[in-house]
């Protein structure tokens, strides 16, 4: 079921709505990435703020 899926966002988190399961691809057309730091340094400091739970 990857027909709506947008090829070039890979993406991991499997509890988000927006998941494809079979090829960790993310079905929006496009996301938004942001920080909950005040100066982010690494890759844990980033969230995708297109998350919903499923
Ligand atoms: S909205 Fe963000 S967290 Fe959810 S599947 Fe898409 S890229 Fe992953």
């Known amino acids: 079921m990857e027909h709506n899926c947008n090829q070039t966002i890979r993406c991991t988190v499997d509890k988000c709505r927006h998941h494809e399961g079979v090829k960790n ?16 340094t690494k890759i844990e400091c980033t969230d995708c703020l297109s998350f919903e739970n499923r």
Request: aromatic fraction near 0%; proline fraction near 6%; include cysteine.
């Open 25 to 40: 691809l993310c079905s929006l057309d496009a996301i938004t990435v942001g920080t909950h730091e005040a100066n982010p």
